[in-house]
Nanobody, 122 residues
Framework: QVQLVESGGGLVQPGGSLRLSCAASGFILDYYAIGWFRQAPGKEREGVSCIGSTADSTYYANSVKGQFTISRDNAKNTVYLQMNSLNPEDTAVYYC???????????????WGQGTQVTVSS
């Protein structure tokens, strides 16, 4: 059974940093892409970043380029999203999801985590 569990969210002040983790179980992460998505209140879900199975392929939304960094540790079956210089516009529920790279890039992955709340506020 494919399971994804996000952690690392919380309340942070503007300019602060958080590192989100997405722990996978029930499948071998090595062969799959992972994407991070977010949904802010009243807004549609948007793709933030994704990483291919070999980590050679990484993609970022224009809004987070230079601010967020995605990485993966296949030995730990975990993908990370390092978020720096956070601002209130980054407040959202962040989800990780997995499938083949094409589906993740198209924002149509089959398997999703439950999400973790990130709130940026002073």
């Amino acid at each position: 059974q494919v399971q994804l569990v996000e952690s690392g969210g919380g309340l942070v002040q503007p300019g602060g940093s958080l590192r989100l983790s997405c722990a996978a179980s029930g499948f071998i992460l090595d062969y799959y892409a992972i994407g991070w998505f977010r949904q802010a209140p009243g807004k549609e879900r948007e793709g933030v970043s994704c990483i291919g199975s070999t980590a050679d392929s990484t993609y970022y939304a224009n809004s987070v380029k230079g601010q967020f960094t995605i990485s993966r540790d296949n030995a730990k079956n975990t993908v990370y999203l390092q978020m720096n210089s956070l601002n209130p516009e980054d407040t959202a529920v962040y989800y990780c999801a997995t499938d083949d790279l094409r589906a993740v890039v198209a924002s149509t992955p089959r398997y999703w985590g439950q999400g973790t709340q990130v709130t940026v506020s002073s």
